[in-house]
């Protein structure tokens, strides 16, 4: 079933048209990702899905973004509860400057939970969700910057977590790190897509071939193809994600 609906999505920058006519599906609880050169709209894109470009001025938008049934650029669409349902993850991993409990407790407490004992046992299941628990379970009052960057991203998967969205949107989540930080990461998008539908922007072809069930290729602020992973990067129907999965180009 499909969790994300986006319509005939038109989207500029000033005069500066940047996405042109997406249509696209998202299936809930699965991984998709976007892939395609730099400056083709990947990220744009993601951000139409939360509302995050609401945030730069003289964006333009037009067409729906459905999710859930809802279209979320209606006016009366609550902004903070629609960020709450849809999470994100950026490329740089940007805790807070807090200690890694008040990072995870952040969100629950700005919708108003105080309870000690709720907050607890919701940090906990969060850091636990992002396979981060383990290691920081005897240091949770200890600043979020002293975890190597690895463990910052898997913190901030785990803030997050803790308000309980239904979609996390990833931009290049993992480009920051090393690899063993990013194989890590990795397994646990694997274990996430049970309960949530996750978005991943990778410049990393692999990673989107070995993690995702869908994946979308864009050129020049258009959807060109978009399909099975295996389909995209076994027998494209395009020639031009052809040549791009094949490193003619990008
Ligand atoms: N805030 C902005 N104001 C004006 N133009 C922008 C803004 N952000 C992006 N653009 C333009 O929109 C187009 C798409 O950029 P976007 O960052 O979405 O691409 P991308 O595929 O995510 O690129 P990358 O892989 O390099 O991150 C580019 O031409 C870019 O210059």
Known sequence: MSIIDVKNLDLFYGKQQALFQINLEIEEKSITAFIGPSGCGKS???????????????????????????????????????????????????????????????????????????????????????????????????PAQGLSGGQQQRLCIARALAVNPQILLMDEPTSALDPISTAKIEELLEELKSSYTIVIVTHNMQQAARISDKTAFFLSGELVEYDDTSVIFQNPADQRTEDYITGRFG
């Open 44 to 142: 744009t894109f993601l951000r139409t899905l939360n509302r995050m470009n609401d945030m730069i001025a003289n964006v333009e938008i037009t067409g729906e973004v459905l999710v859930d049934g809802v279209d979320i650029y209606d006016a009366k669409v609550d902004v903070e509860r629609l960020r709450k349902q849809i999470g994100m993850v950026f490329q740089q991993p940007n805790p807070f400057p807090k200690s890694i409990y008040d990072n995870v407790a952040f969100g629950p407490r700005m919708h108003g939970i105080t309870n000690r004992s709720t907050l607890d046992e919701i940090v906990e299941n969060s850091l636990k969700a992002a396979a981060l628990w383990e290691e920081v379970k005897d240091v949770l009052k200890k």
